[in-house]
């Protein structure tokens, strides 16, 4: 981001996890307060990276050894006579998913708790920061109009 700029940044999507990581904003006079907030989004956005990009990798990791082997099964190749690589019916890869989701619950649900406690904590930071604020500006505006 330019140096001038006020705004948290957003970038492509990872090629791992397909989040959109964030370049936060950093304003010359944080608070501790607004510190402490921008800290547990950027933790937050770094669990979130890594659960995802693991997920995703065990997902394709999975998936590719689930074809080679109905293939297999089946006496074909991962490609076929023209070169194209051979794909399943969408009965067959329902049977994947349904099995990788199955397999997965308990870290889905592991992570979803982590989630919500983590973006709880972010959004009473976030109510900490905005009465912080709105009390800065009305002891600002009572002092400048008293003046």
Known sequence: PPAHSRNDWIGPPDKHSNLRPIIFYVPPEESPLERRLREARQESQACDQRFWARHNRAFRQEKEEFIYSRLKAKGLE?????????????????????????????????YNRDWYKRNFTITFLMGQVALARTLRWLRWKKKNVGN
């Open 78 to 110: 991962m490609r076929d006579e023209t070169g194209q690589k051979a794909t399943l019916n969408a009965e067959e890869m329902a049977d994947f998913y349904k099995d990788f989701l199955s397999k997965n619950f308990r870290k889905h649900m592991q």
